[in-house]
Nanobody
Framework: QVQLVESGGGLVQAGGSLRLSCAAS????????MGWYRQTPWNERELVAR???????NYADSVKGRFTISRDNAKNKVYLQMNSLEPEDTAVYYC???????????????WGQGTQVTVSS
C-alpha cells in the first residue's frame, strides 16, 4: 500500500507563513501529480495547488501569488509554502498523490490524513 503523511500545520496570525510537507511511502512505482486540497466543515474539499512530475503547476485563484507548491521526486515529497495567510485559509489541508503502485495497472489516488491550518485575525 501507499501512505501519505503530512506535517507543518498549526496556528498562525494573519499575514504569517507556514510550510506544509507531505511524504509518500510504500509500494510506489511512480507518482504523477501531487497536490494539496483543503476542506472546512461548511465547504467541499477544494484544490489548492498541484504539481506534475515534470514541475507543471496549477493553483486555485484564491492562493495565486501567496502559495507555492514544490516537490522532490527523489524523496517522493511535496511541499506547500503558504505566505500572507488570511483567516479564510483556515481549513484542514490534505495531501494527494496519483500513484502507480508496483504491479499495478493504473494510477490510483491516495490521500493523507490531513493537517489543520488555523489563521487568526
Amino acid at each position: 500500500q501507499v501512505q501519505l503523511v503530512e506535517s507543518g500545520g498549526g496556528l498562525v496570525q494573519a499575514g504569517g507563513s507556514l510550510r506544509l510537507s507531505c511524504a509518500a511511502s510504500g509500494s510506489i512505482f511512480s507518482i504523477n501529480y501531487m497536490g494539496w486540497y483543503r476542506q472546512t466543515p461548511w465547504n467541499e474539499r477544494e484544490l489548492v495547488a498541484r504539481i506534475g512530475s515534470a514541475g507543471s503547476t496549477n493553483y486555485a485563484d484564491s492562493v495565486k501569488g501567496r502559495f507555492t507548491i514544490s516537490r522532490d521526486n527523489a524523496k517522493n515529497k511535496v511541499y506547500l509554502q503558504m505566505n500572507s495567510l488570511e483567516p479564510e485559509d483556515t481549513a484542514v489541508y490534505y495531501c494527494n498523490a496519483d500513484v502507480w503502485v508496483r504491479a499495478g495497472s493504473r494510477w490510483y489516488p491516495f490521500w493523507g490524513q490531513g493537517t489543520q491550518v488555523t489563521v487568526s485575525s
